[in-house]
């Protein structure tokens, strides 16, 4: 160490004579301004170390402790991490392995920061007041770090257990919710520890930091107005959650489709003809939204013409028919019965009204059941006579025998005296 000494007091001597020889002013000055660092900072070091104390089991036992609490902490952390971790294997949960897992690396750490602070308890003596209180922060603030890395390794734990629950549920949205915890805590708990470590532990001035950041942060707030707004409009779509993906859904005076997905920016509608649109997640929060998948059934209404020289009887043998194919159908609900009613007198037909409920609200088995009860209604009503009306207009001809005229001739009688 006496070398050392001696090394640095010559080098802090002989620089600038070393760059006098070169001839140059500039460098001349830079030489003195060397100087001055120099001086003082063998003069700040003087103040904080006594290295005339130092003596050479200290170092030794610095370096053996270092040593031996490197192992130690790697020796412990591949238990945990190895050992119980294939132990915990055979159990019938996740949870224990990804805990095990978790913990391992900060464990060490942590153990470490404990090994480094005892070995150099013996160079102590060599320290100040100020260089022993600092050492002892920085040892406590790597110690406070490998307690906030476990927490931030353990948020895997967490999101585990969130996921079991998302998949309980048939709505997508669940995924993105626990994505978004996920992050959360993960942030929060980055920021949380570099505050508690800065503000209580280094005794670092924190709010200048913080008062920079927040203008920092309104600036940028203000240059990504639209993204922010696209991202709280995502987080009201996955609260509200008035779709998921794969519902068809219809944008009041916009897309209709299927939805394919759902970002923090922008969601992506495939519509019927094949076209991807994608919608800032901002307009669909501020929007009226018809999701056509929610619907518990799909109401159908038909209406039946037959001619008008029907008689009554086969109006009457109609609705029976229509009774018969939709009472008790396949989908039927017994709070949504048919109803079918000889409704309306037409222009140029007699009116059957259907109204039916499919309690199902797949579009497509429905098309297969009203295809099949079309078919049927077409075949009944053609074997019993009934005849469908379409439009059409009557017109009577003055010669026709079956449409003869009558004229209707009144014979007044003449007044008497005429």
Known sequence: MKLFKKTFTMLSILFPFILKAEGDAPLNEFASFLVDILANFKVKLYNHFHLEFLEAWRIIFFIVGFVVSFVIAKIIGWFISEKLGSFVKKTDTLVDDIFFEAIGKPIALAIMSIGI??????????????????????????????????????????????????????????????????????????????????????????????????????????????????????????????????????????????????????????????????????????????????????????????????????????????????????????????RIYFNAFNDWSLNIIVICWYNSGDYWKFQDWNHRNNMEILRRFNEEGIEFAFPTSTTYLAGDPKRKPEFILSMTEKPKGK
């Open 117 to 338: 602070y005892v070995s150099m308890v013996p160079l102590f003596v060599l320290f100040s007041d100020f260089a022993r209180l600092y050492f002892g922060r920085i040892c406590l603030a790597i110690f406070a770090s490998a307690v906030a890395w476990a927490l931030y390794r353990l948020v895997s734990v967490v999101d585990y257990l969130l996921k079991r629950i998302a998949q309980r549920t048939d709505n997508n949205l669940d995924d993105m919710i626990v994505a978004v915890i996920r992050r959360s805590l993960k942030t929060a708990i980055f920021i949380l520890s570099a505050m508690f470590i800065g503000q209580n532990i280094l005794k670092l001035n924190i709010t200048a930091v913080l008062a920079g950041a927040g203008v920092a942060g309104l600036a940028i707030a203000f240059a990504a107005q639209d993204t922010i707004a696209n991202f709280f409009g995502s987080i009201m779509l996955i609260l509200d959650r008035p779709f998921k993906i794969n519902d068809r859904i219809n944008i009041g005076g916009g897309a209709s489709g299927i939805v394919e997905h759902i970002g923090f920016r922008s969601t992506r509608i495939r519509t019927l003809e094949g076209h991807l649109v994608s919608i800032p997640n901002k307009k669909l929060a501020d929007t009226e939204i018809e999701n056509i998948t929610a619907r518990p059934f799909i109401k159908h209404t038909i209406n039946i013409t037959v001619t008008y020289d029907t008689s009554p009887e086969k109006m009457e043998k109609a609705i029976e028919i229509l009774h018969q194919i939709f009472d008790n159908h396949e989908c039927s609900s017994p709070d949504l019965p048919p």
